[in-house]
């Protein structure tokens, strides 16, 4: 079973950036579907951005324009997540996650255990 290990994670104040890593145990981004989600204390799980086996990328409304989801085509095991002008609202628990398929049409499978994140203002 594919194991997903993030880092990166870390404070800043607002205005700075983080580049969150996410590190598989096997080739996978290649041929699957990769997300980042985060979770913030007293919210539910909100997806952040996600890319597919073709490279196409997707971004929640609150971070379009912000952060940058991508992988390393060389490696196919690092995801990484680039994070710029970071707000004390993205302060969250963040988690890269894998599906089953690589279109992204299915739901998450495979979670790592999370980095957090803090933005002080």
């Known amino acids: 079973q594919v194991q997903l290990v993030e880092s990166g994670g870390g404070s800043v104040q607002a205005g700075g950036s983080l580049r969150l890593s996410c590190a598989a145990s096997e080739y996978t981004y290649s041929t699957y579907c990769m997300g980042w989600f985060r979770q913030a204390p007293g919210k539910e799980r909100e997806g952040v951005a996600a890319?597919?086996?073709?490279?196409?990328?997707?971004y929640a409304d609150s971070v379009k324009g912000r952060f940058t989801i991508s992988k390393d085509n060389a490696k196919n095991t690092l995801l990484y997540l680039q994070m710029n002008s970071l707000k004390p609202e993205d302060t969250a628990m963040y988690y890269c996650a894998r599906q089953s398929g690589g279109y992204c049409a299915t739901g998450f499978s495979y979670w790592g255990q999370g980095t957090q994140v803090t933005v002080s203002s």
């Open positions: 890319i597919d086996i073709d490279g196409n990328t997707s």
